[in-house]
T-cell receptor, first 113, second 112 residues
Framework: NAGVTQTPKFRVLKTGQSMTLLCAQD?????MYWYRQDPGMGLRLIHY???????AKGEVPDGYNVSRLKKQNFLLGLESAAPSQTSVYFC????????????FGQGTRLTVV | GENVEQHPSTLSVQEGDSAVIKCTYS??????FPWYKQELGKGPQLIID?????GEKKDQRIAVTLNKTAKHFSLHITETQPEDSAVYFC???????????FGSGTRLSIRP
């Protein structure tokens, strides 16, 4: 049982390049989240999804897009990467009921130069 | 929207002593307060949670307290051990919001 798997684990982008981060969960969870973690700022919610085909904005959505075409996958896209998007990105998933444990992936370390 | 503040940002305690981390939240509709532990190079993991219908919860050496009136909740770790060294996050969510908002984290170091 893999839980939540993020790919890739590391990536270096040049300013202006695009990329997609993939999150996959095998727990049949309805809720999925994308967070970014920066020093001193904790985990900030970028976008989230409460079910297949739905997405919503979190605290810091600008510069990112997401898609949830399949229940088990939640994709985070950067159309034109900027140095300010250098961060560690975490995906998480949770069961149908809100207010239950969120399971996190191992993270993706992204550097934009 | 919901805002969660966490203090202190760093905490160093002698092994065997207790550690306390405090959080406040802004949304009075919040009713679920989890605490996560993040070890180096890993994603956060849930260690304990509390719901708004209880004031305190214990699990071996860790305990959480909740004061709904003051919108405060705290994590208490007793008899600290080296393996308690990590970053700890508090969080808050409500049934209507569908999202979990985290505090800024506390880096806990246990001195031998």
């Amino acid at each position: 049982n893999a839980g939540v798997t993020q790919t890739p684990k590391f990536r270096v982008l040049k300013t202006g390049q695009s990329m997609t981060l993939l999150c996959a969960q095998d727990m049949n969870h309805e809720y999925m989240y994308w967070y970014r973690q920066d020093p001193g700022m904790g985990l900030r919610l970028i976008h989230y999804s409460v079910g297949e085909g739905t997405t919503a904005k979190g605290e810091v959505p600008d510069g990112y897009n997401v898609s949830r075409l399949k229940k088990q996958n939640f994709l985070l896209g950067l159309e034109s990467a900027a140095p300010s998007q250098t961060s560690v990105y975490f995906c998480a998933s949770g069961s149908t009921r809100v207010n239950t444990e969120a399971f996190f992936g191992q993270g993706t370390r992204l550097t934009v130069v | 929207g919901e805002n969660v503040e966490q203090h202190p940002s760093t905490l160093s305690v002698q092994e065997g002593d207790s550690a306390v981390i405090k959080c406040t939240y802004s949304d009075s509709a919040s009713n679920y307060f989890p605490w996560y532990k993040q070890e180096l190079g890993k994603g956060p993991q849930l260690i304990i949670d509390i719901r708004s219908n209880v004031g305190e919860k214990k699990d071996q050496r860790i305990a959480v307290t909740l004061n709904k009136t003051a919108k405060h909740f705290s994590l208490h770790i007793t008899e600290t051990q080296p393996e308690d060294s990590a970053v700890y996050f508090c969080a808050a969510s409500s049934s209507s919001a569908s999202k979990i908002i985290f505090g800024s984290g506390t880096r806990l170091s246990i001195r031998p």
